[in-house]
């Protein structure tokens, strides 16, 4: 469907324009929009022929339609109370999206020619038409019916009476503009009821105040999540049709105690900003300084224990961006670590890009699970990856410059991704299958190194019945161990290894910690050897 409607304005923007002038589009997605939705937005654009020269986010083309990128200078739209941290992080701007069904807002930050999204809310099922509800609502009460008694058909022509009210008010921002009501219809027992009034600016505020204060309560979450406090912001701009009402652009100033930018048709605001993007980009406009982040392509990640991939970063991600992970020991008294940086979609090292491995040395010798070694992986605007490697006791730290994309071809990268999609299913047990084994490796080597020192805690049928059980697992584990790797295995074969490794690990469950348990009693005996109770209070 959605490939069918870009195809429509693809073709209809070929008509309008100077032959062979279209060479790509820049199309908008709402800041929500996550790395899935994003990748479908693409891939709906390439099927329609369409040469996506940037996916950018809606509140983004916003305000680069007002040339927020720019340093304001309008002394309106300047936060006269700007904290002080507030004004060394750049500036701020909120972008409140009202339209016919949805409502969207985002916080966008300016600081050192990079506009990022910095939080982002809304409701998906707020907008316009709720607003033609509650009209249609006043109307019902003053014909003193209940929506029960009018008919489907009736419903409809009283919301359609609603949007022309609405409209017609906002042609107005007066408050005491008031346009006449006249309303007549038929109940469910055949009988015409009438209504003739008028409804004015002010009565229309208190008629859908319950939207203005959820819109407004949403306002009030994103500026939490940002951290940031109504006077901290440098602009609010109004987007979409609803916006045009003189009632909410009252509300939104009220709120933020300032005048909304709504000098722009907000049905095309946001189409203006990806215009202007369109052509920068197109003629490579060097003026400009301003950095609209890009996305990485493909998921960036490390290898961790059993070969499974921990993703950092997502497809999709906007760049920069430094993302941070503690990782620890799998060996106790282990010293070093490689760190793998792989690249793809797959669950499995062996299915994805490997990008480059380095070595960090110097980690203290201690128990497995106990050094915390902090992985971080930063792509600077140009697409290069850092990863750096940190044990946090020493600061020890290694690093590797990458550059994910070097040698990568767009037929490499749709393979990488449709790759995923395959396998998503088969690859989604296997990674549960490699998960378990992890697991429960980790737990006879913690066993087998608790047997080595407290053997002599357990009788003879509970070591028995222990060793049992570590040996049951240690089965299941060999017997998983080709197969796991092995990416052709099915998906009934992969299932039925992981049910006979999780039912030998709960059987090995109470037998462990039960050992647990008499290990931390001697350990507490050993302690409390020699006191008495006067000795801890």
């Not at 499995?348 to 380095?358: D, I």
């Not at 584990?477 to 490794?501: G, Y």
Request: proline residues 3%; charged residues 20%; negative net charge.
């Amino acid at each position: 469907m959605a490939s069918e409607i870009l195809r429509v304005l693809y073709e209809r923007a070929k008509q309008a324009l100077p032959e062979y002038s279209v060479v790509g589009a820049v199309i908008t997605v709402p800041a929500y929009f996550d790395e899935a939705q994003r990748q479908a937005t693409k891939d709906a654009a390439k099927i329609a022929g369409i040469n996506v020269l940037r996916l950018l986010n809606e509140p983004t083309a916003a305000a680069v339609a007002y040339g927020l990128a720019a340093n304001l200078e309008d002394n309106q739209t300047a936060a006269p109370n700007s904290s002080t941290s507030a004004s060394k992080q750049g500036k701020h701007y909120l972008i409140y999206d009202l339209g016919g069904g949805t409502f969207d807002v985002s916080i966008l930050s300016m600081q050192k020619g990079v506009l990022e999204v910095k939080a982002t809310g809304g409701n998906s099922a707020l907008g316009g038409d709720d607003i033609d509800r509650l009209i249609m609502g006043w109307m019902l009460k003053n014909l003193d019916l209940a929506p029960s008694d009018v008919s489907a058909e009736q419903k409809t022509t009283l919301a359609r009476q609603a949007e022309q009210i609405k409209i017609a008010l906002s042609d107005d921002s007066s408050t005491n503009h008031y346009v006449p009501v006249a309303v007549t219809v038929t109940d469910s027992s055949g009988e015409i009821k009438e209504f003739t009034g008028e409804l004015s600016n002010d009565q229309l505020k208190k008629i859908i105040a319950p939207v203005i204060n959820r819109t407004i309560k949403v306002c009030e979450q994103v500026l939490h999540d940002a951290s940031l406090t109504k006077t901290d912001l440098d602009a609010v701009v109004l987007v979409g049709g609803s916006t045009r009402m003189p009632v909410i652009i009252q509300a939104v100033a009220e709120f933020f105690e300032r005048e909304p930018l709504s000098h722009l048709n907000p049905d095309e605001v946001v189409a203006l900003g990806e215009a202007t993007v369109a052509d920068q980009l197109v003629r490579s406009d060097k003026s400009n300084k301003l950095l609209l982040l890009d996305v990485t392509p493909l998921s960036l990640g490390l290898e961790t224990m059993g070969g499974l991939v921990e993703v950092l970063i997502p497809r999709n991600t906007p760049i920069p961006i430094t993302k941070k992970q503690t990782f620890t020991t799998y060996q106790d008294g282990q010293t070093g670590m490689v760190i793998h940086v792989v690249q793809g979609e797959r669950d499995t090292v062996a299915n994805c890009r490997s990008l480059g491995r380095f070595e960090l040395f110097g980690i203290p010798p201690m128990k497995a699970g106990l050094a915390r070694i902090e992985v971080t992986f930063a792509i600077d605007a140009n697409g290069q990856l850092s990863v750096t490697a940190q044990e946090t006791t020493t600061c020890t730290t290694s690093d590797i410059t990458i550059t994910p994309s070097y040698g990568l071809s767009d037929n490499q990268k749709e393979k990488l991704l449709a790759e995923g999609r395959e396998f998503a299913q088969a690859d989604m047990l296997l990674r549960s299958l490699l998960e378990a084994r992890v697991e429960a490796e980790r737990e006879l080597l913690a066993l087998q190194s608790a047997l080595t020192e407290f053997a002599e805690l357990l009788d003879d049928a509970s070591l028995h019945n222990l060793r049992q059980a570590m040996q049951n697992v240690q089965t299941q584990l060999d017997a998983s161990t080709e197969l796991s790797l092995n990416s052709t295995v099915d998906a009934e074969r992969l299932t039925h290894l992981k049910k006979q490794l999780d039912t030998a690990t709960v059987t090995l469950k109470p037998l462990s910690d039960d050992f647990a348990s008499r290990i931390m009693d001697s350990n507490v005996k050993q302690a409390m050897a020699g006191t008495t109770a006067d000795s801890w209070s």
